[in-house]
């Protein structure tokens, strides 16, 4: 059955008549574009030069907004990282506290841990526990990679925001986290350091 049969009209000859004699007409437009395959063909160059000019022709009271945008978005990320890692590093301190009753967690009013969550307290804690220091210092990590998107200065930029995080929980905890969470902060800095390696710059 074809085209033609199902139109009932021969509209589809008609189209492709008026197409072909549209691209006679006007072999410029037809040379560039190829409107009855719904393609519209541009080179990568003519894109570019159109991207460059459009933030050229920006006032500059609009690229003025611009910037402040992305500082403004840039302080966000640090300052959810930063708070992020104060909850994180006091999540692992209270899991260290129901595992070991020290004093800090006795000090938060939660004075009887039962033994189940003593035992699943220590399995959190424990070197492959969820709040061990390879798991935690991974997703400190990992979340900072994500949020600095590779770029070696804003990595330079979470670093420095991963310590005021640590030092937040540490006022928090009274001026000490337990020794699990410093061994956290060390594994979190050779991560830095191994990155900075790897990306062949200094730390």
Do not use: C, H
Request: hydrophobic share 35%; charged share 25%; net charge negative.
């Amino acid at each position: 059955m074809s085209v033609s049969a199902v139109n009932g009209s021969g509209a589809a000859q008609t189209y492709t008549g008026y197409t072909a004699q549209k691209a006679a007409e006007q072999p410029e437009a037809a040379a560039s574009q190829k409107v009855e395959d719904g393609v519209v063909y541009e080179s990568s160059k003519d894109s570019d030069q159109k991207a460059a000019y459009s933030v050229n022709k920006m006032s500059a009271a609009d690229r003025q907004a611009l910037v402040a945008k992305l500082k403004a978005d840039s302080e966000a990320r640090q300052s959810q990282f930063v708070s992020m890692v104060q909850k994180m590093m006091s999540q692992q301190t209270n899991a260290y506290g129901q595992a070991n009753n020290i004093w800090q967690f006795l000090a938060s009013g939660k004075y009887n841990v039962d033994p189940a969550t003593r035992a699943q307290a220590q399995q959190d804690i424990s070197e492959d526990g969820y709040y061990g220091v390879k798991q935690t210092a991974s997703r400190i990590f990992d979340f900072a990679s994500a949020l600095a998107g590779d770029d070696v200065d804003k990595m330079k930029e979470m670093q420095e925001a991963f310590e005021k995080g640590f030092k937040k929980a540490e006022k928090v905890w009274g001026g000490k986290l337990p020794d699990i969470s410093y061994q956290t902060q060390d594994a979190v800095g050779k991560m830095f350091d191994d990155y900075y390696a790897a990306m062949g710059v200094e730390a």
